[in-house]
């Protein structure tokens, strides 16, 4: 049956990857720790952003945008160019009172109101006549700020639109990094799966013939979904965002046993060998195959904790992955040895299989499980037996 089978098949597969795409998430997150990607690619937006005729007039402006005390205060090192001490959060307010301070003593002012508070009588044509002297700022940026002021009636507008020009630049920069995540996270994911051999294919294969295994599958990830009810946030694909990703969502109470995570009850399950709503009581998946829980590995939010959390998870559920040099049954996915050339490049087939999957990332895994157990919730009911008519 469709719904007895192809969609607990499809909610074991999205599980697995779901556990697998938050590993790559945080190991990620370990990457940029100690690369500092995201604050060289904000200082590279900023170069574009305020580029000169030639490289040392850009470095200048650049380097007293860092060094304003609005700037200034979010890392604790002097600038220097290319460094990994920066900051990789520069807020737009911030940005833009500091480029309006550059422009000349006392331009800044009246940028913190709101246009038609407060008379701002001859503060657009301190800016402009400020702006016309400046020898200071790069030829492009005066005229973009010339721009913004002939806009304005108001500091605090020209303050906004210098705030939406940072914002778009840095949209522009948040591509870059998007793109190199996602090729960093396929990368893990390839590792990954070879590393824990994590073959789809034989997964799929696998899920397909063990009933216990998948109703055992299918019970954790409904479970997790009740557990965690929104889904992961990772890292910010800007470089202006938060330079950590936000914490994963505690775990709220689960519903009452029994219940879905929408919170309706689903329907009994058949036994094996039997037909959908059959009488029969459901025999328990194998003990084996069952979830046991097991202590936390540490109780921190940092990447490596959630690494651990996520390899705890996955040990629990008894899937045919890894690796061992027993051949006990030929058609163990694990063996090492004894290997065809054909089982290998299926084999190679599944882990390439499993790293795409895996570079969707963790959302869009999380997202698809409680569709599919939504699905699954809707389609249980009616895998009923036909009443017999009633007869004569």
Not at 72 to 82: I, M, Q, R
Not at 287 to 292: G, M, V
Request: proline letters at 9%; hydrophobic letters at 40%.
């Amino acid at each position: 049956m469709f719904g007895s089978s192809i969609i607990d098949i499809a909610i074991g597969m999205v599980f697995v990857y779901l556990l697998l795409s938050l590993i790559c998430s945080a190991a990620n997150e370990i990457i940029e720790r100690y690369t500092k990607k995201r604050a060289s690619d904000l200082e590279n937006g900023i170069k574009e952003m305020l580029t000169g005729t030639d490289k040392a007039e850009t470095a200048a402006v650049v380097a007293r945008i860092y060094n304003h005390p609005l700037i200034y205060s979010l890392f604790a090192k002097p600038y220097e160019a290319g460094s990994k001490n920066l900051p990789s959060y520069i807020p737009a307010r911030n940005f833009a009172l500091a480029l309006m301070d550059l422009i000349g003593e006392g331009t800044a002012q009246g940028a913190t109101g709101i246009a038609g508070t407060f008379a701002a009588t001859g503060a657009i044509a301190r800016l402009r006549a400020a702006l016309q002297v400046n020898t200071t700022l790069p030829a492009k940026v005066r005229d973009a700020l010339l721009t913004f002021v002939d806009a304005s009636d108001h500091p605090a507008t020209v303050r906004k639109n210098i705030e939406d020009w940072f914002d778009s630049s840095m949209d522009r920069v948040s591509g870059t990094y998007k793109r190199r995540s996602q090729l960093i996270v396929l990368i893990l994911g390839l590792v990954l799966s070879v590393l824990l051999n994590v073959d789809s294919i034989a997964l799929v294969r696998t899920l397909s013939t063990d009933r216990a295994m998948r109703d055992s599958l299918v019970n954790a990830a409904t479970q997790y979904a009740q557990n965690n009810p929104t889904p992961p946030k990772t890292p910010s694909a800007a470089p202006q965002g938060s330079p950590t990703s936000s914490p994963t969502p505690k775990p709220k109470a689960s519903p009452s046993p029994g219940t879905t995570a929408s919170g309706t009850k689903p329907a009994s399950k058949a036994s094996p060998g039997t037909e959908a709503g059959s009488p029969s009581p459901t025999p328990p998946a194998s003990p084996s195959r069952t979830p046991k829980p097991t202590s936390a590995p540490c109780d921190d939010d940092t990447p490596e904790c959630r690494i651990k959390k996520n390899l705890v998870e996955i040990k629990k559920l008894g899937l045919p992955i890894g690796w061992t040099k027993e051949v006990s049954d030929p058609a163990d996915p694990r063996q090492l040895y004894n290997v065809s050339w054909q089982g290998w490049a299926v084999r190679i087939l599944g882990w390439l299989i499993t790293a795409l999957a895996l570079s969707l990332g963790a959302p869009f895994w999380f997202d698809m499980l409680n569709k599919f157990i939504v699905i699954r919730s809707t389609v249980k009911p009616k895998e009923k037996s036909p009443e017999e008519k009633s007869k004569d």
